[in-house]
């Protein structure tokens, strides 16, 4: 069964920190993993999406890296802005749902 | 570039009653999926959207049903609702045959009561 587990289910950071976040896959067949940032009763706001194992893609302070059974989410340097939900999903072929993971909720404080 | 949009922001029903939920998909995007998020979870697929015919269902009940319109927008009907519909009900819409990217609008916070 196509799953995906998220680690650890909440982080606090002091401001400058720099910290990991886990996604663990298993998928028969991945299509891409993304990630994505959620702000409390918002919708998810797309960060990145990786396709292959090896792949790295960066954005601000977050780095995103993709192996064969997890991807990880670096965070270097966090600032306050930066607390949210971090959301992992995995596409599954035929129609393309994603499969997410229940989140880490980041909490930075100054 | 027109983001995904969704309306109404917040909605209050009552148990047994019906609800439609509607969403605008950004602009050059033909595919609207719809997902289920109850407090403190990911979202769950419910179902999807591509030229005006469902192709993919999640594990949902019937009573979960959808349309689709040439403007490529679409609605989220539930029938008989049940306490458990309580969620942020999201819609997301890309490209199909692009990059796949998948892009969500702000939900619709429905409480059933």
């Known amino acids: 069964e196509d799953q995906v587990t998220q680690s650890p289910e909440a982080l606090r950071l002091q401001e400058g920190e720099s910290s990991s976040l886990n996604c663990s896959y298993t998928v028969s067949g991945l299509r891409g993993l993304f990630w994505y940032r959620q702000d409390p009763g918002k919708g998810p706001e797309f960060l990145f999406t990786?396709?292959?194992a090896g792949e790295e893609k960066e954005k601000e302070r977050l780095k995103a890296t993709l192996t064969k059974k997890e991807s990880f989410l670096h965070i270097t340097a966090p600032k306050p802005e930066d607390s949210a939900t971090y959301l992992c999903a995995v596409q599954a072929p035929g129609y393309n749902k994603l499969i997410f993971g229940a989140g880490t909720r980041l909490a930075v404080h100054p | 570039e027109t983001g995904v949009t969704q309306s109404p922001t917040h909605l209050i029903k009552t148990r047994g009653q019906q609800v439609t939920l509607r969403c605008s998909s950004q602009s050059g995007h033909n595919t609207v999926s719809w997902y289920q998020q109850a407090l403190g979870q990911g979202p769950q697929f419910i179902f999807q959207?591509?030229?005006?015919?469902?192709?993919g269902r999640g594990n949902f009940p019937p009573r979960f049903s959808g349309l689709q319109f040439p403007n490529y927008s679409s609605e989220l009907n539930v029938n008989a609702l049940e306490l458990d519909d309580s969620a942020l009900y999201l819609c997301?819409?890309?490209?199909?045959?692009?990059?796949?990217?998948?892009?969500f609008g702000p939900g619709t916070r429905l409480t059933v009561l």
């Open positions: 990786l396709y292959s």
């Open positions: 959207y591509y030229r005006e015919e469902e192709n």
């Open positions: 997301a819409s890309y490209l199909a045959g692009g990059n796949n990217e998948q892009f």
